[in-house]
């Protein structure tokens, strides 16, 4: 029987801003990439999403984005390896403590946004993120783009990582995902997706934008907390891996 995780970027709320449908998601995923307050997310958010997550059985991680609340995270910032390096462990520190609060543990840590994409093609900002994850705990697991500098930086540094795939984005003949200004970035057919996941599953195989095939690793999988149809589609994707004799992960 195969093994995968299922992972859903939440937590993303703030204020009097609600985005997302966090509780019913956590039904169905097996870890929660939690937002630490930069790129969305703010403390009474993180306590409520720590806490549903503890209920529901499900992995906690940190989820450190750029300081952009405007762009959510996903416009790119010119920043030196250290200021990475600090920004990073000063959200997993936030959260951390928030855990140690609700009696819940901190198991991963995945970047969102920009900064995953960019830490995915330059080695110096995938060093400062797995440093700072390091020097934060040795102990957490680094969910990053499955092939990615991120991936080997982290692997390098000493971590254990988790390879990430994408059910609803489109990949570029060097394993990145394909830019979202791009209008081919996004597939919006859910049995498609699911498709593809289990191709990626099984096969270890994704079909890229020019019709060719990569080979690809796929330790988690991510649901887009934000998406309107992620509640929709966790469920589907649960409910496609009991079919297809595919295990959801307990722990790392």
């Known amino acids: ?149 991120l991936a080997m930086a982290g692997k390098e540094r000493g971590l254990k990582v988790a390879g990430e795939v994408f059910a609803d984005r489109t990949y570029q003949p060097d394993g990145t995902l394909t830019h979202r200004k791009e209008p081919n970035a996004m597939i919006h057919d859910s049995e498609l997706a699911i498709n593809r996941v289990i191709r990626m599953i099984k096969e270890g195989k994704v079909e890229i934008v020019d019709g060719t095939d990569i080979a690809i690793e796929a330790d988690t999988i991510c649901v887009h907390g934000d998406d309107p149809h992620a509640l929709e589609f966790a469920s589907k994707l649960k409910k496609a891996f009991l079919q297809e004799n595919i295990q959801m992960r307990k722990s790392w």
Do not use: W
């Open 1 to 149: 029987m195969r093994v995968i995780d299922l992972n859903s970027d939440l937590g993303e709320s703030f204020g009097a801003f609600k985005i997302g449908n966090d509780e019913e998601v956590l039904k169905y995923i097996s870890s929660a990439n939690i937002a630490c307050g930069y790129h969305s997310g703010d403390h009474n958010v993180m306590f409520e999403t720590v806490r549903l997550a503890k209920k529901y059985g499900v992995q906690i991680g940190a989820h450190p984005g750029f300081p952009d609340l405007a762009g959510f995270g996903r416009r790119e910032m010119q920043l030196t390896p250290s200021e990475i390096h600090h920004l990073v462990i000063y959200q997993i520190g936030a959260l951390a403590a928030v855990c140690k609060a609700c009696g819940a543990d901190l198991v991963h840590v995945k970047p969102h946004g920009a900064l995953y994409n960019m830490a995915a093609k330059n080695r110096e900002m995938a060093d400062a993120i797995t440093q700072a994850v390091y020097d934060v705990n040795p102990g957490l697991v680094l969910f990053a783009l499955a092939g990615s500098k």
